[in-house]
C-alpha cells in the first residue's frame, strides 16, 4: 500500500479515495481465494456426480460463481442462479441453447460480455472436464469481475498522476537548483538574463519570452524568441513590459524614453519550422524584486501565440525564478561595486594615463599618469587639454573606426624626443547602444619602438643580408637548425621546413672528410668561434664553395646556448681567382698562352740555350694581313670567330710541344723549341702559309686570309726574351712591306732600319714642335685658257741635319703614328693663309685656288668640318677657294659616313676633288652617290699613255664617266707635249705636272702669278 501525505485538500480527498479502492481491492482478493475453493471443491463434487445428482444440484445452486455445464456439442446443459445474475438471462433462454464463448480447458480467461440489458461487464471464465449423465462435458465457471476491473483502472490512473507530480516536482527542483548553481557564477547582467530565459523556456511552454531589468542608469529589454515573431508582436511585448515597469517604479516611459535598449537574443530552442508569430494570445508578467522588497529592478515574461491559460505549478515556477533573479542581482551589484572600487585602485596606479570622457567630452575621470602626459603634451603644443590632444582636436581620437577603437600617435619633440600612443574606445553598457562617453588609453611607447624598430631593422638586415644566416640550438644534442634566413635557402636550395630541427653536416653530402670540418668541429666542441672553407652540396646535387664563420652566443649566466652561423656563397669568387689565374696566363678570347706566359716560356729556352750550345730554338712573329678590313666590313664579332679560327688553324700547323700565343690584336708569336737549323723554322712558317690558304666560313661568310711571319733565330745570343721577340716582329714587319703573305728572317740590317726608322719617327715629332714644315705649291692649268687657274700644296720637311726629306719617306710614318693629323691641320691652315695673302696682293687678277690633301685619318676626324669652318674663319678665306682632296680609299673605308661628311664639306661651299681615280676598288659603283666635283686621272695612268692604248682608253673612260656625272678632269704627271694633245683630244679640261711645273716654294709660286704668263700649251 502506498501512503501520500500531503497538506492540501486535493491531497487528502485522494487519500480517502485511496482507502475506498483499497478495501474494494481486498475484497476481490478475497472473493478470488473463496472461488479457488470452490473450483476445487466443484471438482470433488463432479467425481461423486455420478453418486449423487441432487446433492451436486443442491451445492451448485447456493453458490455465488455461475456455473454452466455444456456437453461435448457445446450445449449448455445447465446453468446455475448465479449465471442468470451474471448475464441478465433467464436459465430457460440459456439451457438447450450454444455456447457462445471457446472454452479453454484448465485455464483461465478473462472475456467481454454485453447482457440481455445492453450493459458490459468483464467476466472471468474456466473450464474443466467432467461427466454430465455420463457423458464428456465441461464445467465452466462464470464470475463478475467488473466492479474489481475499475477499481483496479482507476488504481492506475490515480498512480499515474501522482508519479507525473513527482516527476514534475522533480524536475522542478532540478532546474531551480542548477539555475541557482549557475546564477551563483554569474558574473554580469547579460549572462543572467540569458540564464534565466534559457531556464524558463523549460519550466513553461511558450512562444516567446523576455525580461526588462534596470543596470546603473540604463533600462535593457531581452526578447527571447522561440520562433520567428512578428515586428509588430515585439514592439507590443517591448511597450507591455516598460509601461508595467515604469509604473511599478513610479515613473512615466515618457520620461525614461533615452534610458533604455532593446535585445534580441539568441535562443537553443529557436524553431525555424514554426509559422511566423504574428499575435499574442496568452501572457504572464513576473516582477523582480530587491530581497529588501523595496525596488522592482526587472520583470519576467512569458508568452504564447496559443490561448491557454498557464497552471499554478507554472505561475509558481515563474516567481521562483524571479526571486532566485532577484538574490542573484543583489549579488552582482555587490560584486560589481566591490570590483568598481578595485579598478579605480588599479587605475591609480596604472603605469598607462587613463581618461575617461562623459558624453560632453569632458574628463570624468583620470589617474595621475594621465595628467602627467596630458600636462606634457599641453608644455610642448600649447593647447587646452580640455579640446586637444597633442596638437590634435579630441574629436579625431574619438571618430569610430570598423571595430569601435582607434589608435593615434601624439609625437612630443622634445629632448629626449617622446611617443604617445593614445587608444581611444567608446564606454557603453550595451554595444548597439549609442556611445555616450569614451575610455581613453594614453601609454609611452618611446622605448617599445625604439626597440621595435631596433628589432625590425636587425630582422630585416638578417633577412636582407646576402650571406646565409644559420642559428643552432647548442643547448640540445646534434646542434639542430633553429632558424635560416632566406639568403640560406637561396644559396642551398633548401626552404627553411627542411633545414629546422636538421644538422648542417647534410649539406656536406658524402664528402665529410674535408681537413677544414675537423677544425669546425673542434671550435664546436670547445664553444670557440671559427672560420672555415667547406665545399657543400646544394639541394639539386651541385657543390659550392662555402666561407663559414661560426661564433658562440652565451646567455648572461655565461652558458652557452646557441651558435650562429654566417656562410658566404664563394664560388663565383674561387672561380674568378681560378679564371684570373688562368687569364694571367691565356689570352681570354682564343685561350692560347698570353704574352706573359709566352715571356716566361721563352726566358726559359734563353736560359737552357745558354747551359747547352746546341740548344736551338725560333720565334715566329706572325701578323695577320689585312685583318682590319674584315672587323670594318664584317664586324668585331666576326673577326673575334677568325681570330679563335687562326688560333686552331696554327697550333694545327705546329709541333706538339711548341708554343703558339696571341700577344693581341691579330699578332701571334710562336715558340719553336729544340730545332736543328732555321731551314725547320721556314718548314714551319710555309705550313702555316699553306694552312690559312683555306678559306674560313665565318657566320655565313667565306673569308680568305694570309699572314705576315718574321722569325727570329736564338744563335744570335739572346739575353733577355724581349730582344728575339723584338727582333721577331721586325722581320715580321719587313715581310709585310715586301707584300704581305711572306716570311723573313732577321738580319741585323733590319734592326739597323728599325731603329732608323724609329729616329725617323723621333725627329717628325720634333718637327712639329719646332715648326720644321714648309710647303711647295704645284700649278693646275687650264688646258682651255692657258692659264693658272689654281696650286696644290704639298708639304716638304726640312730636317737640320739631313736637308728637304721627300715626303713618300717621312707620310708612311706619321700616317702609322697617327702624326698625319697634327700635320694635315698645320697643312690646311699655312695653306689657307697663304692663298688668302696671294688673294689680297693680286686682287685684280682672275681669282686662284688652292687644292689640299686630306689623309684618310684625317677624313675620318669627327670634328672635321667645324675644324675645317674655323680654319677659314680663322684665315679669311672664302670656302670655295679651298679645294679639298680626298683619295678613294679613304671615302671607301666607310661609305655612308664617307657620304654624309662630303655632304657637310659641300654646304660650306668647299669644291671636292677625288685624288688617285682609278687606284681604288669599288669606287665606280658608288661614285654618283658622292658631291665630288673633280676627278684626278693618277699619274700612272697619264704616264703610259704613249706606250700603249689600253691606258689611253683607261683615261678615256675616266673623262667621260666624269663628265657624264657632270665633273671635271685634272689630269696628274703631265710631262710631254705628247701626253698633253692625247689629254686635249680625250677634251680633259686641267693638268699639272713638270711639263708645266714642278711644285715650287711660295716665293716662287707668287712670281707664277705676278708673272700670269700664257703656259705654251703647243705641241
Request: charged share 25%; hydrophobic share 40%.
Amino acid at each position: 500500500m502506498i501512503v501520500l501525505l500531503e497538506i492540501n485538500e486535493a491531497n487528502q480527498a485522494s487519500f480517502l479515495v485511496k482507502r475506498q479502492v483499497d478495501g474494494k481491492i481486498m475484497q476481490c482478493m478475497n472473493e478470488d481465494s473463496e472461488r479457488q475453493q470452490l473450483l476445487k471443491a466443484l471438482a470433488r463434487k463432479t467425481r461423486e456426480l455420478k453418486a449423487s445428482e441432487a446433492r451436486f444440484r443442491t451445492i451448485v445452486t447456493s453458490s455465488t460463481n455461475g456455473t454452466v455445464i455444456v456437453d461435448q456439442d457445446g450445449i449448455v446443459r445447465f446453468v446455475n442462479p448465479a449465471v442468470t445474475f451474471i448475464l441478465g438471462y433467464p436459465a430457460e433462454k440459456l439451457e438447450g441453447k450454444l455456447f457462445d464463448f471457446p472454452i479453454e480447458i484448465n485455464k483461465t480467461q478473462e472475456i467481454e460480455i454485453v447482457r440481455h440489458s445492453g450493459e458490459t461487464a468483464v467476466v472471468e471464465m474456466s473450464g474443466v472436464e467432467t461427466t454430465w449423465e455420463g457423458k464428456k462435458a465441461c464445467l465452466v465457471l462464470l464470475q463478475d469481475i467488473t466492479d474489481r476491473k475499475q477499481a483496479e483502472q482507476a488504481l492506475a490512473e490515480l498512480n499515474a498522476s501522482l508519479e507525473e507530480r513527482v516527476r514534475l516536482r522533480t524536475f522542478e527542483l532540478e532546474m531551480l537548483h542548477e539555475l541557482s548553481r549557475q546564477l551563483s557564477y554569474t558574473l554580469n547582467y547579460d549572462e543572467l538574463v540569458r540564464l534565466m530565459l534559457a531556464h524558463l523556456h523549460r519550466a513553461v511552454p511558450h512562444d516567446v519570452s523576455a525580461s526588462i531589468l534596470m543596470t546603473g542608469d540604463l533600462c535593457q529589454v531581452f526578447i527571447h524568441p522561440n520562433r520567428a515573431i512578428a515586428p509588430a508582436i515585439e514592439k507590443e511585448i517591448e511597450q507591455r513590459l516598460l509601461k508595467t515597469f515604469f509604473r511599478m517604479r513610479g515613473c512615466k516611459i515618457r520620461q525614461q524614453k533615452d534610458k533604455y535598449c532593446t535585445r534580441t537574443l539568441e535562443s537553443e530552442t529557436f524553431d525555424a519550422t514554426q509559422p511566423l508569430m504574428e499575435h499574442l494570445d496568452s501572457a504572464f508578467q513576473v516582477p523582480i524584486i530587491t530581497t529588501n522588497g523595496n525596488e522592482v529592478v526587472g520583470l519576467l515574461f512569458v508568452g504564447a501565440q496559443k490561448e491557454e491559460t498557464f497552471t499554478e505549478d507554472q505561475v509558481r515556477l515563474l516567481y521562483t525564478i524571479a526571486n532566485q533573479a532577484s538574490v542573484s542581482i543583489e549579488r552582482l551589484r555587490t560584486l560589481i561595486a566591490a570590483e568598481q572600487k578595485h579598478l579605480e585602485n588599479l587605475v591609480e596606479n596604472l603605469p598607462e594615463g587613463v581618461l575617461l570622457l562623459d558624453a560632453n567630452r569632458r574628463i570624468a575621470l583620470a589617474n595621475p599618469t594621465a595628467w602627467q602626459y596630458l600636462s606634457l603634451m599641453m608644455e610642448r603644443f600649447a593647447g587646452n587639454i580640455l579640446t586637444h590632444i597633442g596638437s590634435q582636436p579630441i574629436d579625431v581620437f574619438l571618430g569610430l573606426s570598423g571595430d569601435g577603437k582607434l589608435c593615434h600617435e601624439v609625437v612630443v619633440e622634445s629632448s629626449p624626443r617622446q611617443v604617445f600612443e593614445v587608444v581611444a574606445q567608446p564606454f557603453v553598457g550595451e554595444a548597439n547602444h549609442q556611445a555616450n562617453s569614451w575610455v581613453l588609453v594614453i601609454r609611452d611607447v618611446t622605448e617599445r619602438q625604439r626597440l621595435e624598430e631596433i628589432s625590425r631593422l636587425r630582422d630585416r638586415a638578417i633577412a636582407a643580408s646576402s650571406n646565409g644566416i644559420v642559428l643552432v640550438d647548442a643547448r640540445l644534442p646534434d646542434l639542430p637548425v633553429i632558424y635560416v634566413n632566406p639568403a640560406f635557402e637561396q644559396i642551398t636550395g633548401y626552404c627553411a621546413k627542411e633545414v629546422i630541427g636538421r644538422n648542417c653536416r647534410f649539406l656536406q653530402g658524402e664528402n665529410r672528410n674535408q681537413p677544414a670540418l675537423e677544425e669546425l668541429r673542434l671550435a664546436l666542441k670547445l664553444g670557440k668561434a671559427s672560420s672555415v672553407v667547406l665545399r657543400n652540396y646544394r639541394q639539386d646535387g651541385t657543390f659550392f664553395w662555402n666561407e663559414l664563420n661560426v661564433s658562440p652566443i652565451y646567455n648572461n649566466d655565461g652558458l652557452l646556448t646557441h651558435f650562429v652561423g654566417i656562410q658566404t656563397d664563394i664560388t663565383e669568387r674561387k672561380q674568378a681567382e681560378e679564371q684570373l689565374q688562368h687569364n694571367a696566363f691565356y689570352d681570354v678570347l682564343t685561350d692560347l698562352p698570353n704574352r706573359a706566359l709566352f715571356m716566361d716560356r721563352l726566358e726559359h729556352a734563353i736560359f737552357r740555350a745558354k747551359r747547352c750550345e746546341d740548344d736551338l730554338f725560333a720565334v715566329l712573329f706572325l701578323d695577320l694581313d689585312r685583318f682590319k678590313n674584315v672587323n670594318d666590313s664584317l664586324g668585331h664579332i666576326v673577326g673575334d670567330k677568325m681570330l679563335i679560327a687562326i688560333a686552331k688553324r696554327l697550333e694545327a700547323n705546329v709541333r706538339t710541344g711548341d708554343t703558339v700565343a696571341r700577344l693581341g690584336g691579330d699578332e701571334f708569336a710562336i715558340l719553336l723549341e729544340d730545332i736543328k737549323s732555321v731551314s725547320e723554322a721556314i718548314y714551319i712558317a710555309e705550313r702555316i702559309h699553306k694552312g690559312l690558304t683555306l678559306p674560313l666560313n665565318l657566320d655565313g661568310h667565306e673569308v680568305f686570309t694570309t699572314a705576315s711571319i718574321g722569325i727570329a733565330l736564338s744563335s744570335a745570343g739572346y739575353e733577355q726574351p724581349v730582344d728575339i721577340l723584338r727582333d721577331a716582329d721586325i722581320a715580321m714587319y719587313r715581310a709585310k712591306a715586301l707584300g704581305k703573305a711572306r716570311h723573313e728572317v732577321f738580319d741585323k740590317n733590319m734592326h739597323d732600319s728599325a731603329v732608323a726608322l724609329l729616329q725617323l719617327e723621333t725627329d717628325l715629332r720634333r718637327a712639329i714642335e719646332r715648326q720644321e714644315f714648309i710647303l711647295h705649291y704645284q700649278p693646275v692649268v687650264s688646258f682651255k685658257t692657258n692659264q693658272i687657274t689654281s696650286f696644290e700644296a704639298l708639304i716638304r720637311w726640312q730636317h737640320p741635319e739631313r736637308g728637304l726629306v721627300s715626303p713618300l719617306e717621312f707620310i708612311p710614318v706619321a700616317e702609322e703614328t697617327g702624326l698625319i693629323t697634327l700635320i694635315g691641320w698645320w697643312v690646311l691652315r699655312e695653306a689657307c693663309r697663304q692663298l688668302r695673302l696671294w688673294q689680297i696682293e693680286f686682287s685684280t687678277l682672275a681669282p686662284l685656288s688652292i687644292s689640299v690633301n686630306l689623309s684618310g685619318k684625317q677624313f675620318s676626324q669627327p670634328n672635321l668640318v667645324e675644324q675645317i669652318a674655323e680654319i677659314l674663319q680663322e684665315t679669311n678665306l672664302d670656302a670655295s677657294s679651298l679645294k679639298l682632296e680626298i683619295t678613294e680609299s679613304a671615302i671607301m673605308e666607310n661609305v655612308e659616313e664617307a657620304s654624309a661628311m662630303l655632304g657637310q664639306l659641300r654646304k660650306l661651299g668647299i669644291e671636292l676633288y677625288m685624288d688617285d681615280f682609278g687606284t681604288g676598288y669599288s669606287s665606280l659603283s658608288y661614285l654618283r652617290r658622292f658631291p665630288i666635283d673633280t676627278l684626278k686621272i693618277d699619274r700612272s695612268f697619264v704616264s703610259q699613255m704613249t706606250v700603249d692604248n689600253e691606258h689611253i682608253e683607261i683615261v678615256r673612260t675616266i673623262v667621260m664617266l666624269a663628265h657624264n656625272l657632270s665633273m671635271n678632269v685634272i689630269a696628274e704627271g703631265v710631262e710631254t707635249a705628247e701626253q698633253l694633245t692625247q689629254l686635249k683630244s680625250l677634251q680633259c679640261e686641267y693638268g699639272q705636272g713638270y711639263f708645266f711645273s714642278k711644285p715650287v716654294d711660295a716665293q716662287q709660286a707668287r712670281s707664277l702669278i705676278a708673272a700670269r704668263m700664257p703656259v705654251n700649251l703647243t705641241t
